[in-house]
């Protein structure tokens, strides 16, 4: 009757994607997946035969969010043409992927079985690379554009993990990347944090032999720093909150016990 499995590549080539995700690819009818260069495909193709890219459907002036629903439209197709379909993605498919999600809805709405296997994201990789522990003060996470254009709140006692912003602004394919906007990225982290509070601009590492890129930077020069397309910000906490005395007092813990 047709089934989809949705799942991760993982970041690094061949190294993170798990042995669960590797049998959906390698006993699938058909797979159809979207990852990051020529390299990668040729090796999905390599672990399947009838593995066929989703890349194409990307377009410069066509919105991701057209380009997102061509894609799970093509998955779609496939599932009720009654074959099991794998489609797999770049990192984990749950993370900043919409055509993933959208597809596993419909399949589901239609009666076809569907589920997401987890994987590596880039957010994984970063806590790793940068030795951060997200629960030790908190973890915002946020795409940059939306970011900006629901002016979210930020504690800055808390970490600041802004995704794409070598693309801020951009609803488009920007194959190259566009710096453009980081301006208006700055202005807006400076209402929250000191100039000379410092980022972390990463790009995780693409394949086993590689090291990641980190850059250190001053939130006031993030515009003018070598920000790379695939790049992902993270702001460390500024200030530290003091704990709520009356809500210690209420859950009976002594301050003393906090880190």
């Known amino acids: 009757m047709g089934s989809l499995t949705v799942v991760g590549t993982g970041i690094q080539l061949g190294a993170q994607l798990t042995p669960e995700a590797r049998v959906a690819i390698t006993e699938a009818d058909e797979v159809l997946y979207v990852v990051t260069d020529a390299l990668v495909a040729l090796w999905m193709e ?16 066509v919105s991701r969010r057209r380009t997102y629903d061509a894609m799970a439209d093509e998955i779609m197709a496939a599932v009720r043409r009654g074959r099991d379909v794998c489609a797999a993605f770049y990192g984990h498919p749950g993370v900043f ?5 959208v597809a596993i809805r419909r399949a589901r709405a239609e009666g076809y079985p569907a589920r997401m296997l987890p994987a590596v994201s880039a957010e994984d990789c970063l806590f790793a690379d940068l030795g951060v522990n997200p629960g030790a003060a908190g973890c915002q996470s946020y795409e940059a554009t939306d970011f900006l254009v629901r002016r979210r709140a930020v504690d800055p006692s808390a970490a600041l993990v802004l995704w794409q912003v070598g693309i801020v602004g951009r609803l488009d394919l920007a194959p190259e990347g566009d710096r453009s906007r980081l301006p208006v990225l700055v202005e807006y982290l400076l209402e929250f944090y000191p100039p000379e509070h410092e980022a972390l601009l990463y790009e995780a590492a693409p394949y086993p032999a590689c090291d990641p890129v980190i850059e250190d930077v001053r939130l006031a020069d993030v515009a003018s720093a070598p920000v790379g397309r695939l790049a992902t910000m993270y702001v460390p906490p500024s200030e530290r909150r ?13 301050e003393t016990h906090l880190r």
């Open 46 to 61: 390599r672990l399947n035969p009838r593995a066929r890219s989703l890349q194409d459907l990307y377009a410069e002036g």
């Open 97 to 101: 992927v919409d055509p993933s999600h």
């Open 242 to 254: 003091r704990p709520d005395a009356a809500m210690l007092a209420r859950l009976g813990i002594p």
